[in-house]
């Protein structure tokens, strides 16, 4: 009797010393549906990992990006695990702000990664960051109202394509609107969009000097033709609408043309949560005139901050999220169509997924069509698709992306709109010491 006493007491001291010496990482990510999906399915780490326990900070993209930018910024230390964009993983691994991911393990494959992506997250051959899923952007429309409506859209579509085809689309007293695009400020919302669009018009935001564009004509023809098409075939309340908004307003049926990331088709395909499902066509993203479909290459990344305490651990999670064989869980779960897309050659080789998934040719087909090394058609000093790759975009973009949203508001004219980007961002260039 006394020896079972022993026994059991010792097993609850060992059972109370391995939880009391659990680590907790905490990660922050963004509320896109596949990072919520990755959280549900967490449970197949817990059983892998028992002595490693996860706290999630989920928040909507541009409350992350400004608080794990100045979490990082200051070495706050507040997350372990960071879900950031490829425009902050060079950037922040040059400041020496994050781990090198060299502790993922001999499973994880890093020759698998699609070359731009892994481009995108390396900085002298070493990965700061291990791609979540990756995109480009392309035009997802009904093909049950182009047909209603007479009109087809090309495989390569120009701007006046797609606003014809909207404007006939549209029938506002059944709230069926022509199109969504983004129109909520932020350097990676509205100016996401309205930066790939310009590079179709022949627009960039700096000439060769560092000289902001915004004065030119094919800054005032892109914004110009957004903000016309949006009033007449786009919703109500647009200039408060991004990439999660417009999706369910796709979804619901009450758009006609959506232009956004790649990641969407999984949603928009999804009959468990779109009324749509069964009737979406797919384009690549339009041109306005010139050989430029928007240049747009984006990957959602999980980085480890300089300043954790528990850098192993964190590896193991984001080794975990981001391998072969999480991919594999989520279609053994949600199926192949819905699996994290954009990042490895052997999904794009995998017979299954291109099966279950109607959209994966036109994706790859888009992510290899954007040169984030040439991203205009007129020569710039800069690289990235639908962003500029300096520490200073991030504020600027975000100034220029609240002129524009005021824009389609209506409380500022175009012309005032651009002639207010153009100066702020002279003044800001300016500072940073980019102009004399």
């Not at 372990?80 to 691994?93: F, K, L, Q, R």
């Not at 606003?163 to 350097?187: F, Q, V």
């Not at 052997?346 to 290899?368: G, R, V």
Request: proline letters at 5%; glycine letters at 8%; hydrophobic letters at 40%.
């Amino acid at each position: 009797m006394l020896s079972r006493t022993l026994l059991l007491g010792a097993a609850s001291v060992l059972a109370m010393s391995s939880f009391a010496h659990a680590e907790t990482l905490t990660i922050a990510t963004v509320n896109n549906g596949d990072m919520v999906r990755m959280q549900k399915l967490t449970d197949d780490f817990a059983k892998k990992n028992p002595d490693i326990k996860l706290e999630w900070v989920t928040l909507e993209e541009n409350v992350l990006r400004q608080r794990v930018t100045t979490d990082i910024a200051t070495k706050g230390g507040q997350y372990d695990v960071m879900t950031i964009g490829t425009y902050e993983v060079p950037i922040w691994a040059k400041q020496g702000w994050l781990l090198p991911l060299d502790g993922l393990g001999a499973d994880y494959d890093k020759a698998d990664l699609l070359p731009a992506i892994d481009a995108a997250v390396s900085v002298d051959g070493k990965l700061y960051a291990s791609p979540f899923y990756g995109e480009s952007a392309m035009v997802m429309y009904r093909t049950d109202l182009a047909e209603k409506a007479g009109v087809k859209i090309s495989e390569k579509p120009t701007w006046d394509e797609i606003a014809d085809a909207a404007k006939k689309m549209t029938d506002k007293s059944t709230e069926t609107y022509g199109i969504c695009l983004r129109g909520k400020a932020g350097w990676g919302e509205n100016m996401a969009l309205l930066t790939a669009m310009s590079n179709s018009f022949g627009g960039r935001w700096f000439d060769e000097k560092w000289q902001p564009q915004f004065d030119q004509p094919e800054w005032k023809k892109a914004l110009t033709f957004y903000v016309d098409l949006m009033k007449e075939a786009g919703p109500p309340g647009a200039s408060s609408n991004g990439f999660n908004e417009n999706l369910a307003l796709f979804q619901t049926g009450k758009c006609g043309i959506w232009i956004d990331a790649t990641v969407a088709a999984s949603f928009v395909t999804n009959p468990k949560d779109s009324k749509v499902a069964d009737k979406v066509g797919y384009a690549l993203f339009p041109t306005g005139g010139v050989e430029n479909h928007g240049n747009w290459l984006w990957a959602w990344n999980l980085g480890i901050p300089a300043g954790t305490k528990k850098a192993e651990a964190a590896q193991k999670f984001v080794s975990w999220a981001t391998d072969k064989a999480y991919t594999e869980l989520v279609a053994s779960k949600e199926g192949w169509a819905n699996v994290p897309p954009g990042t490895r050659k052997s999904l794009y080789a995998n017979p299954e997924y291109e099966k279950a998934a109607p959209f994966a040719k036109i994706t790859l087909d888009a992510m290899n069509a954007a040169n984030t090394t040439k991203p205009t058609v007129k020569p710039v000093p800069y690289t990235g698709g639908q962003f500029v790759a300096i520490p200073e975009f991030q504020g600027i973009g975000t100034a220029v992306g609240q002129q524009f949203s005021a824009a389609l508001a209506g409380s500022m004219k175009v012309d005032q709109a651009l002639q207010s980007a153009q100066a702020l961002t002279t003044r800001e260039m300016t500072k940073g010491g980019y102009i004399k």
